[in-house]
């Protein structure tokens, strides 16, 4: 008979209030003490990208952009901790193609990557962290492969992956092991031989070959079986995969005298957890103390049974349990842990959020209201931080099982080892069958943030090497010119746009540091120095950057390059005589310009990519000038440069009586620096092109492209992060280091009528995206926004997370004719 054992004491909160276990058991006490030191000093945060499109396919041309959400702590809260979040895009051999940092407030921040067209075709990857989640042995990184196709006849990167002879298959006995005499549940895995689950079947015989248990795989190579193990026996399975392969494999050995730990969430409204011990563990093990510890969202529960009985049961009530990972331990007496198991409970607590349009059919090109609500599980209207995409599903049909969400990411993947395939199938459509399947993800692909063994031993790995980032700072070393440290030199830094003067004094190594600024990419500064002695002629190295980390291939199985990326590519190409496109951001018009290069004949950063330019300068042209404005004076056609300021002839307005050149936009290595730059603060030697945007072709950018865009490359061998630097005059320097990264506003056409632009089709794939979408008192919001040229499906998609951390996610279809 089953003993029941009490379930009446609650969960331990660990972030709320000073209310501890009051166990009387010393080891209890005391691994929970250890796990509310590891949970309060080292809490952990995770970045979550929401991206423009729903698959992870692009073409080299188009903009990637996204939304970035990062959470503290087991509850899923936006973060208070980190105020800065580094965005990389990586392509082959680890090549750190681009960076970027966000500035984050209240846990959200969004930015973006031009993807040049003369990218290579291939699978690239993009990397979001915060320097906080350093700290963690197993640091909580974002990572997401992107497929780029292109239409420029570019090669594909070959893919450095390896594949197995044959399928494999992997067993995992529920809470670690399995023990004779007792019923005994097995998860196992089928691995195809690229990596992704595969189908299964066949039979579990013992060593005298008789049949004891069936095998046949639920979803994507997964499921479980159950059987007694009978002593001195031993079992292996006979199976065929899906590919007809057919092999053999052993299971684990049974204990001859153990316990096992079972837990079962069928039941939507509880846990059930059984613990059973066989008759020689029982025998000799019988009164002494069992510990039970489930840990569950930043809480723990601890409960402490006497071995009384062959079979314990608790059923645990999940009101209350937030949706996500449940971690169940079994301590012996002294501490030693037994078993354990993780499940995951799924509850009626995630954000309800509706969307709607005002009707459900449109015309091409017509303008859309996108209506949006958002409210808590129990109806009442919040405020959140959201993001929304819309776009054309008839170019490439959306998988929802497939898709890496808010959801499946959060709560899911992000706390398990190692690659889940199709994650969101196990939220798209709860049902009894897929929490089965669930379940059995759990068995075979558990991770734990910590191990109690671990813990009560003090061998946790978390550290606190890196502090939370939140600010910019502006340091460096002042030398004489004879190389010698200059101690107690006076260092004055200005913003160019204006603002406070900052004063410091080098130390007695010469080093200087301004720090807690907080500023944009692009922005100029100019620094002056004077000695102690009242002297100016001081040499500045400014430092670079901390080293980002090293880049690790936790993914290699959805590192694969996928051909929907060249469906997309395939509706560009044949579009590709004139084009909107609000993948590019705004109208692209391939018009013939005298005299620019073609594609594929040089490097760009160019958003509209190599050959749509009114003019490109080699930098083997001017890399022996003084200073670029020199260099590219007189080479660049219709171009003056008042004070190293581009701006073009054209570009004349007329202010008190008075004539003024309208400065230029100045992109450099494709982050828009801004319009009155000084270009002489970039070395010509580092300059590989410089390109010369007018009229359509500046068009690209926007209203800041209206007056023309001077595009300049730098010639490669890695991104730039320093601080871009020029000595103007002794002492005096102007200085662009690299801030906080200002995210492009995605452009749309707007349509009067359904009257053409410029008689040009528009074939966008992302129609519409808005990564700043809050709530009002009701929970709502209203968005406008209008049609492209496609017919068919067009797809909405809304994610966010509310003030309390609740998560939320919500699909709407709506046809365009």
Same mark, same amino acid.
């Given at each position: 008979?089953?003993?029941?054992?009490?379930?009446?004491?609650?969960?331990?909160?660990?972030?709320?209030?000073?209310?501890?276990?009051?166990?009387?058991?010393?080891?209890?006490?005391?691994?929970?003490?250890?796990?509310?030191?590891?949970?309060?000093?080292?809490?952990?945060?995770?970045?979550?990208?929401?991206?423009?499109?729903?698959?992870?396919?692009?073409?080299?041309?188009?903009?990637?952009?996204?939304?970035?959400?990062?959470?503290?702590?087991?509850?899923?809260?936006?973060?208070?901790?980190?105020?800065?979040?580094?965005?990389?895009?990586?392509?082959?051999?680890?090549?750190?193609?681009?960076?970027?940092?966000?500035?984050?407030?209240?846990?959200?921040?969004?930015?973006?990557?031009?993807?040049?067209?003369?990218?290579?075709?291939?699978?690239?990857?993009?990397?979001?962290?915060?320097?906080?989640?350093?700290?963690?042995?197993?640091?909580?990184?974002?990572?997401?492969?992107?497929?780029?196709?292109?239409?420029?006849?570019?090669?594909?990167?070959?893919?450095?992956?390896?594949?197995?002879?044959?399928?494999?298959?992997?067993?995992?006995?529920?809470?670690?092991?399995?023990?004779?005499?007792?019923?005994?549940?097995?998860?196992?895995?089928?691995?195809?031989?690229?990596?992704?689950?595969?189908?299964?079947?066949?039979?579990?015989?013992?060593?005298?070959?008789?049949?004891?248990?069936?095998?046949?795989?639920?979803?994507?190579?997964?499921?479980?079986?159950?059987?007694?193990?009978?002593?001195?026996?031993?079992?292996?399975?006979?199976?065929?995969?899906?590919?007809?392969?057919?092999?053999?494999?052993?299971?684990?050995?049974?204990?001859?005298?153990?316990?096992?730990?079972?837990?079962?969430?069928?039941?939507?409204?509880?846990?059930?957890?059984?613990?059973?011990?066989?008759?020689?563990?029982?025998?000799?093990?019988?009164?002494?103390?069992?510990?039970?510890?489930?840990?569950?969202?930043?809480?723990?529960?601890?409960?402490?049974?006497?071995?009384?009985?062959?079979?314990?049961?608790?059923?645990?009530?999940?009101?209350?349990?937030?949706?996500?990972?449940?971690?169940?331990?079994?301590?012996?007496?002294?501490?030693?842990?037994?078993?354990?198991?993780?499940?995951?409970?799924?509850?009626?607590?995630?954000?309800?959020?509706?969307?709607?349009?005002?009707?459900?059919?449109?015309?091409?090109?017509?303008?859309?209201?996108?209506?949006?609500?958002?409210?808590?599980?129990?109806?009442?209207?919040?405020?959140?931080?959201?993001?929304?995409?819309?776009?054309?599903?008839?170019?490439?049909?959306?998988?929802?099982?497939?898709?890496?969400?808010?959801?499946?990411?959060?709560?899911?993947?992000?706390?398990?080892?190692?690659?889940?395939?199709?994650?969101?199938?196990?939220?798209?459509?709860?049902?009894?069958?897929?929490?089965?399947?669930?379940?059995?993800?759990?068995?075979?692909?558990?991770?734990?943030?910590?191990?109690?063994?671990?813990?009560?031993?003090?061998?946790?790995?978390?550290?606190?090497?890196?502090?939370?980032?939140?600010?910019?700072?502006?340091?460096?070393?002042?030398?004489?010119?004879?190389?010698?440290?200059?101690?107690?030199?006076?260092?004055?830094?200005?913003?160019?746009?204006?603002?406070?003067?900052?004063?410091?004094?080098?130390?007695?190594?010469?080093?200087?540091?301004?720090?807690?600024?907080?500023?944009?990419?692009?922005?100029?500064?100019?620094?002056?120095?004077?000695?102690?002695?009242?002297?100016?002629?001081?040499?500045?190295?400014?430092?670079?950057?901390?080293?980002?980390?090293?880049?690790?291939?936790?993914?290699?199985? $959805?590192?694969?390059? =996928? @051909?929907? &990326?060249?469906?997309? /590519?395939?509706?560009? #190409?044949?579009?590709?005589? !004139? +084009?909107?496109?609000?993948?590019?951001?705004?109208?692209?018009?391939?018009?013939?310009?005298?005299?620019?290069?073609?594609?594929?004949?040089?490097?760009?950063?160019?958003?509209?990519?190599?050959?749509?330019? $009114?003019?490109?300068? =080699? @930098?083997? &042209?001017?890399?022996? /000038?003084?200073?670029? #404005?020199?260099?590219?004076? !007189? +080479?660049?056609?219709?171009?003056?440069?008042?004070?190293?300021?581009?701006?073009?002839?054209?570009?004349?307005?007329?202010?008190?009586?008075?004539?003024?050149?309208?400065?230029?936009?100045?992109?450099?290595?494709?982050?828009?620096?801004?319009?009155?730059?000084?270009?002489?603060?970039?070395?010509?030697?580092?300059?590989?092109?410089?390109?010369?945007?007018?009229?359509?072709?500046?068009?690209?950018?926007?209203?800041?492209?209206?007056?023309?865009?001077?595009?300049?490359?730098?010639?490669?061998?890695?991104?730039?992060?320093?601080?871009?630097?020029?000595?103007?005059?002794?002492?005096?320097?102007?200085?662009?280091?690299?801030?906080?990264?200002?995210?492009?506003?995605?452009?749309?056409?707007?349509?009067?009528?359904?009257?053409?632009?410029?008689?040009?089709?528009?074939?966008?794939?992302?129609?519409?995206?808005?990564?700043?979408?809050?709530?009002?008192?009701?929970?709502?919001?209203?968005?406008?926004?209008?049609?492209?040229?496609?017919?068919?499906?067009?797809?909405?998609?809304?994610?966010?997370?509310?003030?309390?951390?609740?998560?939320?996610?919500?699909?709407?279809?709506?046809?365009?004719?």
């Amino acid at each position: 008979m089953k003993k029941i054992l009490s379930a009446a004491a609650v969960f331990l909160l660990f972030f709320q209030t000073s209310a501890f276990s009051q166990n009387d058991n010393a080891m209890l006490t005391n691994a929970v003490s250890k796990l509310k030191t590891l949970l309060n000093d080292h809490p952990i945060e995770k970045a979550y990208l929401h991206f423009d499109r729903p698959y992870p396919y692009y073409v080299a041309g188009d903009m990637v952009y996204f939304k970035a959400y990062v959470t503290m702590g087991e509850r899923h809260e936006l973060s208070k901790i980190s105020g800065a979040l580094h965005v990389d895009l990586i392509g082959k051999d680890d090549n750190l193609l681009q960076s970027i940092t966000l500035q984050l407030n209240n846990g959200t921040g969004w930015g973006d990557f031009a993807l040049p067209d003369t990218l290579q075709k291939g699978s690239y990857h993009i990397r979001a962290y915060t320097g906080w989640m350093r700290n963690n042995e197993r640091p909580y990184f974002f990572d997401q492969y992107i497929s780029v196709s292109s239409i420029n006849n570019v090669d594909l990167i070959a893919n450095n992956t390896t594949q197995a002879a044959h399928p494999d298959l992997q067993f995992f006995p529920e809470g670690g092991n399995m023990v004779t005499d007792l019923p005994s549940k097995v998860a196992f895995k089928a691995i195809s031989t690229t990596g992704f689950g595969i189908n299964v079947k066949g039979v579990v015989v013992d060593n005298e070959n008789k049949e004891v248990a069936k095998i046949s795989s639920w979803h994507l190579g997964m499921g479980a079986f159950g059987f007694i193990p009978e002593e001195g026996r031993t079992y292996k399975a006979k199976v065929t995969f899906a590919n007809g392969f057919q092999n053999t494999y052993n299971l684990p050995v049974a204990e001859s005298k153990g316990i096992t730990l079972a837990v079962n969430t069928d039941d939507p409204s509880k846990v059930s957890i059984e613990i059973k011990a066989n008759k020689a563990y029982y025998h000799e093990n019988q009164n002494k103390e069992l510990n039970l510890l489930i840990y569950h969202g930043g809480s723990v529960r601890t409960i402490t049974a006497r071995l009384d009985n062959e079979v314990l049961g608790l059923d645990l009530p999940t009101v209350g349990l937030g949706t996500g990972i449940l971690q169940v331990t079994l301590l012996s007496q002294t501490g030693v842990p037994l078993n354990e198991r993780l499940a995951f409970i799924q509850n009626q607590d995630l954000l309800n959020l509706s969307l709607n349009t005002n009707k459900p059919t449109f015309a091409k090109r017509e303008n859309v209201q996108l209506n949006f609500n958002a409210k808590n599980s129990d109806g009442k209207p919040v405020n959140g931080s959201f993001s929304v995409s819309v776009v054309d599903e008839s170019k490439v049909l959306v998988d929802e099982n497939s898709e890496n969400t808010i959801l499946s990411y959060l709560l899911l993947t992000s706390d398990l080892k190692g690659y889940v395939e199709k994650p969101n199938y196990y939220f798209a459509n709860v049902t009894k069958n897929t929490r089965a399947e669930l379940d059995a993800l759990m068995l075979t692909q558990g991770y734990r943030r910590f191990v109690w063994k671990e813990l009560l031993n003090n061998n946790t790995a978390a550290t606190t090497a890196f502090s939370p980032e939140h600010d910019i700072d502006i340091s460096g070393l002042a030398k004489t010119r004879a190389g010698i440290p200059a101690a107690n030199a006076d260092i004055t830094l200005i913003a160019s746009s204006g603002g406070p003067v900052m004063n410091t004094v080098t130390d007695a190594q010469g080093r200087f540091r301004f720090g807690k600024m907080q500023f944009e990419t692009g922005t100029q500064f100019i620094l002056k120095t004077r000695s102690a002695s009242g002297k100016n002629d001081i040499v500045i190295t400014f430092d670079s950057p901390a080293t980002g980390p090293a880049i690790d291939h936790d993914n290699p199985i $959805d590192a694969g390059y =996928s @051909g929907n &990326a060249d469906i997309l /590519a395939s509706f560009q #190409s044949n579009q590709r005589q !004139g +084009l909107i496109t609000a993948s590019n951001t705004v109208l692209l018009n391939n018009d013939k310009v005298t005299g620019h290069i073609r594609a594929a004949s040089y490097r760009s950063s160019n958003l509209g990519g190599s050959g749509h330019a $009114d003019q490109v300068i =080699s @930098g083997d &042209a001017i890399k022996n /000038a003084p200073v670029l #404005s020199v260099g590219l004076n !007189g +080479l660049a056609h219709g171009v003056q440069f008042p004070s190293g300021v581009p701006a073009l002839n054209t570009g004349m307005i007329l202010s008190q009586g008075s004539q003024s050149l309208v400065p230029m936009l100045v992109v450099v290595d494709g982050v828009e620096i801004g319009r009155g730059v000084n270009i002489d603060v970039i070395s010509p030697v580092n300059v590989e092109t410089v390109e010369i945007l007018k009229g359509a072709n500046a068009a690209i950018y926007g209203v800041e492209g209206g007056q023309g865009v001077m595009v300049i490359t730098s010639r490669q061998g890695g991104v730039e992060t320093g601080v871009v630097s020029k000595k103007m005059s002794p002492g005096i320097y102007s200085i662009v280091p690299k801030g906080f990264y200002k995210a492009r506003e995605f452009y749309a056409p707007q349509y009067n009528a359904n009257q053409p632009v410029n008689n040009l089709p528009d074939q966008r794939t992302t129609i519409f995206w808005k990564p700043d979408v809050t709530t009002d008192a009701d929970g709502n919001a209203t968005f406008n926004f209008f049609n492209a040229d496609g017919t068919g499906t067009y797809r909405v998609e809304v994610e966010g997370i509310d003030t309390k951390g609740n998560l939320g996610r919500q699909v709407y279809h709506y046809q365009v004719q």
